[in-house]
């Protein structure tokens, strides 16, 4: 009996112990894969934007990882290179604004805390960003449970918001991993640049948040989508008189649901397999946002351009 004790609490201690270690956050060779959208010229679509850790290097004063773009524009949300270190599952990089390092995320965080990110710079002369932690959840990525801290979405700054519901604009943060949307925030509200994260990978991880290759490139058309291995498909973008839908994945009561940029709910269509066309000469051009859920659980989110002219 004591016997069985003693191995129970040793087992007890070293999960524990485990389960307290740091994150270990970009460590070398890490890479994160994102889409990258494009407006204009044509074609329209998402294409990948890759960064890694390339190397690890004494930045001021501080082992830092040093983050470089692999594939994408090069005015990317981040400079190239990036200069971040992690301590005590607290992350910070270094500002070029500043000149000096700044807290980036904070994967100890808990619902009802926050923290601000400094060293940013708008036109407003906003040079700062509040980050509020609504709720922490966690979710199952190709076989890993990771840790999710859900985020509210703050004016001036777009870092991969995304509408979860009428009037309510999200973000997620990924312990160990970073945001959703994209590694730093950006100035802008909904801007193009990198945007959704499809996968990250080091030398103890493979995620994949997509159903899709990591480096896929999608390209839309007023005609259809070319790649449809992701199920959903919504075209075209820009759209100016009906937009199509596409489901190639078995649902029951999938719904379609269009936002505008405040987050009312606009219109809800019920949707099934093959494509479903709506009209949409009622709207007037601007930037619009959907989600497909089936029995209320969250599919896929995107955003369309409205161009009537």
């Known amino acids: 009996m004591t016997r069985t004790f003693l191995l129970l609490t040793c087992c007890w201690l070293c999960?524990?112990?485990?389960?307290?270690?740091?994150?270990?956050?970009?460590?070398?060779?890490?890479?994160?894969?994102?889409?990258?959208?494009a407006f204009a010229p044509p074609p329209f679509g998402e294409f990948p934007h890759i960064i890694e850790v390339a190397a690890k290097e004494d930045y001021q004063g501080h082992l830092c990882s040093k983050i470089v773009k692999v594939i994408g524009w090069p005015s990317a949300t981040v400079p190239d290179p990036l200069y971040i270190y992690s301590?005590?599952?607290?992350?910070?990089?270094?500002?070029?604004?500043?000149a000096r390092f700044e807290l980036l995320y904070d994967f100890t965080a808990q619902a009802g805390d926050s923290w601000v990110v400094g060293g940013l710079n708008t036109p407003h002369g906003v040079d700062s960003l509040l980050?509020?932690?609504?709720s922490v959840s966690q979710i199952t990525v190709s076989g890993h449970t990771l840790k999710v801290l859900q985020t509210r979405c703050q004016l001036f700054f777009d870092w991969g918001c995304t509408i979860t519901g009428l009037n309510a604009i999200t973000h997620f943060i990924i312990a160990g991993v970073g945001s959703t949307g994209f590694l730093t925030p950006d100035y802008g509200l909904y801007e193009g640049g990198p945007n959704g994260l499809r996968c990250y990978t080091d030398a103890s991880n493979d995620l994949h948040f997509v159903t899709y290759p990591c480096d896929t490139t999608l390209i839309t058309s007023a005609v259809k989508d070319i790649d449809k291995s992701a199920g959903i498909s919504v075209f075209p973008n820009p759209v100016r008189?009906?937009?199509?839908?596409?489901?190639?994945?078995?649902?029951e009561q999938a719904v379609f649901q269009l936002y505008n940029a405040l987050g009312q709910l606009l219109r809800q269509e019920p949707i099934q397999l093959g494509t479903n066309t709506f009209a949409i000469e009622d709207l007037t051009d601007g930037l619009y946002f959907w989600e497909i859920k089936d029995h209320g659980r969250f599919f896929k989110s995107g955003h369309i351009i409205t161009w009537t002219k």
């Open 131 to 134: 980050v509020q932690v609504d």
């Open 241 to 251: 008189d009906q937009i199509n839908v596409l489901l190639e994945i078995n649902t």
């Open 15 to 37: 999960q524990t112990s485990l389960l307290a270690q740091p994150t270990d956050f970009a460590p070398l060779g890490a890479r994160w894969y994102y889409s990258e959208s």
């Open 87 to 98: 301590q005590n599952d607290s992350v910070f990089f270094y500002s070029l604004l500043s």
